[in-house]
Every structure is written in C-alpha cells, then in structure tokens.
C-alpha cells in the first residue's frame, strides 16, 4: 500500500531506494509485575530474545567473511557468544523472573546490575572493561524483548540503494553509519539543528526526521522516496509517481552540477566585497567535501567528534595527527578548531551522569574546564599541530567572561609545557570564542577584549535566546531564526564586532540557510561557515547581491518586531 509520511528535512535532494531498519539510540525498559500463572510464559519470552540474539550473532558472523578486520571481529563475537551463553545470565535472570514475578526485561536488567558491580570490583583493568561487553550483550537481549529489529545485513537485491529507517538515532549513532554508504537517513524524532541533523547534512545525502512513527508504519525493504526538501517520504510509490520523482532528482543533478562550476570563482558581491565561505567539519575524512565545494578555509572543526563511539579517550599523539592532518591538507587556509563541545546530546561513551537539564549543564567549555587533564592533552595537541598550518583555536559556549580568563591561562600552561618539552608550536595562535549565550552576546564588550575572534553559533543561540530546546521535536515550532530577539543579538554582536576590527563569522546553520545570506551580507557578515555542499550555493547568492541595495533593508529588518512584516521585508530583500 502506498502512503505518505510528512516530517523535517534537513538534508536536501531526493534519495530512492528500499527501507533498512535499524534499532533505536537509547532504549527504555518498563518495569511491572506479572501474573503467578504467567511467569512460564515470561520466562519462555526471555528464552526467545536469547535466541533471537544467538541468530544474530550468527548472521554477522556470516555476513563479514573477509578483510583485514575479520580476525578482531570474529573475536569480539566470539566474546558476546560466550557473555550470551554465560548462565550467570540467563539462568540468574529467569530466576528473578521466578521469584519476584517482575517482567524480563526488568528482571535482565537488574542482573545486569548485579554483574556490572562485581565487574568493578575486579583489580584486572582488561576484565573490568569487559563490562561494556555485557552491556552491549544486555542490550541487544533488551531490544530483542522490545521487538526492536535487530541487525540483519541489508538484502543484496537491493544492494547500493538502503535508506536507514531509525526511531532515533544518536550524533555518535550516525557516525558510525558514516561508511555503510545508506543514500537516506529517517528517523522518527530529530529537530532542523539538532547534531544528529547536522551530521546528516554533512554526509550529503537527503535526510528527514521528526517522521513520529516511521520506523512503525515502513517495513524492511519498501520501496521509498525521500525528499529531503519538503520533509517527505513516500512509501511504496507507484510507477508514475516513481517517474515524476525520478525526473526531478535528475533536474536536481543537473543543478548541482551547474553549480560547480562556481568552484574556483571568488565569492564576491556585485559592489567588490570579497566573503569568505569556510566550512564545518567533524572529522579530517571530511575534508575531500571541502575541497571539492572550494571552502576558503575551516570555519568549525567540530573536534569532540574525535572523542564519540569509543571506550577511551583520544590521545594527544592521536589527536595531534588528526589536528595536523587537516592543517596540512588545508595547505595555509585558515584551520579554526573548536575544543571539544562534549555533553548535552553529544557524549563520551560511558557518561552516567544524566542530569534533568544537560544543555544547561557540564558542557563544552564548562566540562573543559573541570577536566583540566582532558583539555591540557587537547591543547598541547592543537598548539603542536598549529606548526602545521594557519591554525586558531575555538572556545565553545562561553557564558562568563570568567570562563575566557581560566581557558587563556591553560592555554599559557599547555604552551609552557610545550616549550619545556622543547617542542615549537605557533606563538601567535589566534584565540577566539563561540557566541552562543545570549549572556556573552550581551556582555560582548568583555569578551571582545580578550579574544582575537568570534563565531556565532546561532544553533544554540536561538535554542538559549527562545528557551526552546533544540533536540525536541514538541517544541521545534518555537525554534524561530527569524524571532527579532535572535536577529537583534546576532546584528549586534556582527556591529560590535567589526566596529572594534575583529573578525566575526556565523557557523550555525543560518550561515548556510540562503534564505538569510542577503540578510546576514546586510548587517554586515563577511565570513560564512556551513557544511560544505552548501557552499556553492550560498557563494551562487552572494554573486548576485549588492550590498548598497540591501543594506538599508536589511537594517530595517532587524528593527521591525511584526512578523508579518518582517516577512514581507524579507521576501523583498530576497527577490
Ligand atoms: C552552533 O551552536 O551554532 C554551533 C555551530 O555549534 P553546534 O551546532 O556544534 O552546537
Ligand atoms: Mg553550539
């Protein structure tokens, strides 16, 4: 049957090809009390999810038969199978279930716990890591239980064509399916600006989320087409519908391979003011989009994506190859890294602590600095790599002024280190920080004092100037660029800025969005950083905009609190 799904997209284009679903990013485990005469059955259920998982393991087993991963692999699963028919499992949950009459999900969990003490008792550093192994054997049993389904090496029928159908899936998560080469990404929950949405964009491939039930309603291996412009899925679509979609993905094509052509050409305005159009990043295998869309430089290196999806840190020798990778390859182009922004949606792997307000919490800058090991190994790694390359380092989500103070002196200490251990670095490294609190936006003279550049994050800046989280889908209504709050502070912090000579840019996604590019020229923003295929057609908007036109009505935008009028204004810059 053919039906339409309506969600958010948030990676342009249009992607055709067959459903692939995969299990949720964070499973949640109800607990009730079942019936005397019903434990049988409960514990018949438990049976069932272990075999369901045995057949998994099986299945990847035979699904990897070769390269060089495969003697690791087949350990690891080795291991699981061992965890999986390990009794003190099994047999300890269906005894609970027995005892207590609790539901096996409950009953898997709480011998989950049981297993995971002992484990931290043990004095062996390689025995108490194997805890993570029974986790992820627990939770695989758990998705098993909640019907969740669980891996299946995609159908080679449709080899080449797999859209990934998730309930939700984690900024880590979609790393890890950054190689599997899926042509769409849904997922029923998501926002425009959560992380998970930005990684998406910067695989470049059409992506829609916030689809609600999605993952219910497709069914492994329906023929689907995604228009990641609108935010539409249509599943199971007929012959002509097919046609009419598959011209216009080749219409689609055919325009973006006009645009390359803008490659080499600079990105100047049509009264001579040159921009600058930067790029994001999250990791140095991102760097061939960069290149091939012709970014004058890096704007946001989203470093913490190093930190995601492992069990231990990354090492300064490990991140210094990664910092001077990227440096090389930009070849003297500017390198802007930003220290890692970890905690709220993007954590370290093993992070217990979940608190009721993580974006308001330990974050970015703030975990930096209560981490000070964690962030010395990070600074001595970027200040080395700084010889490398027109380096700056980038602080995130300052809110205190306090906060640019602590960072500056442990960047002199990291830079003493260096020159103890006798190892050069750039002297002048250029240090700059994220506007992203409304506070700093608001105390900008402070700040401006003490760094050599800004960026504004406008993804956060909205999410904190409107107390709308940026994650949650209820509220995603209220997640408004276009609110005069947003656009006062964002002109002002540009205004304040240029008027003291120091250089600002945007590397939120309004940098990218060209509905504002016309907007942002007139308040005067000349560096622009996005996810690199959007390059190209912003630098194709810049072309044609003249800064004397659009500057007074730019101004009066930002003035104007209605916002029907502030649309008509807009729609007026824009033609
Ligand atoms: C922002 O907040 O706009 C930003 C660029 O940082 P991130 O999206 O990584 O929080
Ligand atoms: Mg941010």
Redesign the pocket.
């Known amino acids: 049957m053919s039906f339409i799904l309506h969600g958010i997209g948030v990676s342009g284009g249009i992607a055709i090809g067959h459903a692939h679903l995969t299990a949720a990013a964070t499973l949640e485990v109800m607990h009730y009390l079942i019936p005397k005469n019903q434990i049988n059955k409960e514990i018949k259920r438990l049976d069932q999810a272990f075999a369901t998982v045995r057949a998994e393991f099986e299945a990847l087993q035979s699904s990897v038969t070769n390269g060089p991963a495969l003697a690791e692999f087949s350990a690891f699963l080795e291991l699981h199978h061992m965890i999986l028919d390990d009794p003190t499992l099994a047999e300890a949950a269906r005894g609970i279930i027995a005892q207590t009459q609790c539901n096996a999900e409950w009953a898997l969990t709480q011998q989950k716990d049981a297993l995971l003490a002992q484990f931290e008792a043990i004095d062996d550093a390689y025995l108490r890591e194997r805890k993570t192994d029974v986790e992820q054997v627990v939770k695989r049993i758990l998705k098993a239980l909640l019907g969740y389904p669980g891996y299946h090496p995609p159908p080679s029928k449709h080899l080449g064509d797999h859209i990934l159908v998730a309930h939700d899936l984690s900024p880590a998560d979609i790393m890890q399916y950054k190689p599997h080469q899926f042509i769409a990404f849904l997922t029923d929950m998501g926002s425009l600006t959560s992380h998970t949405a930005i990684v998406a964009r910067s695989l470049n491939i059409p992506s829609v989320v916030a689809l609600h039930h999605a993952h219910q309603l497709i069914l492994e291996g329906d023929s689907l087409i995604v228009d990641g412009n609108l935010g539409v899925i249509i599943v199971n679509p007929d012959k002509y519908v097919l046609d009419e979609y598959r011209l216009r993905q080749s219409q689609l094509e055919l325009e973006k391979q006009k645009l390359k052509r803008l490659k080499n050409v600079k990105a100047v305005t049509l009264d001579g003011t040159g921009i600058d159009l930067l790029a994001n990043i999250e990791l140095p295998g991102d760097l061939e989009q960069v290149k091939e869309n012709g970014a004058t430089g890096i704007g946001l290196f989203r470093s913490e994506f190093l930190f995601l999806n492992r069990d231990d840190l990354p090492g300064e020798e490990e991140q210094f190859e990664a910092y001077r990778a990227v440096a090389t390859e930009m070849n003297g182009k500017p390198v802007t890294i930003r220290t890692f ?1 970890l905690g709220a949606d993007k954590n370290l792997k093993h992070t217990t602590q979940i608190t009721a307000n993580p974006a308001l919490g330990l974050r ?1 800058i703030r975990l930096s600095l209560s981490e000070p090991q964690m962030f010395h190994t990070q600074l001595r790694a970027i200040l080395r790599a700084s010889l490398y390359g027109q380096i700056k380092i980038l602080i ?2 300052l809110s205190n002024v306090t906060e640019v103070f602590q960072t500056l002196l442990l960047i002199d200490r990291a830079k003493q280190a260096l020159h103890n251990d006798g190892i050069d670095f750039d002297e002048h490294i250029q240090i700059g920080g ?1 506007i ?1 609190v409304p506070a700093a936006a608001l105390s900008l003279e402070a700040f401006l004092q003490k760094l050599d550049f800004l960026s504004i ?1 406008t ?2 800046l909205i999410q904190y100037t409107l107390a709308v989280d940026r994650v949650d889908d209820t509220v995603a209504y209220l997640y408004d660029p276009f609110h005069p709050a947003v656009l006062w502070l964002i002109s002002r912090v540009i205004q304040m800025a240029n008027r003291l000579k120091k250089p600002v840019s945007i590397c ?1 996604e309004m940098a990218g969005d060209i509905q504002f590019t016309r907007l942002l020229l007139g308040i005067g923003l000349t560096q622009f950083s996005m996810y690199p295929a959007q390059i190209l057609v912003v630098k194709n908007e810049i072309l044609k905009s003249n800064l004397p036109d659009i500057t007074p009505l730019a101004h009066k935008i930002i003035r104007t609190i209605h916002p029907e009028k502030m649309h008509d204004l807009l729609a007026k810059l824009n033609s």
């Open positions: 922004d970015a995130p989500m994220m992203e994050g993804n956060d939120g």
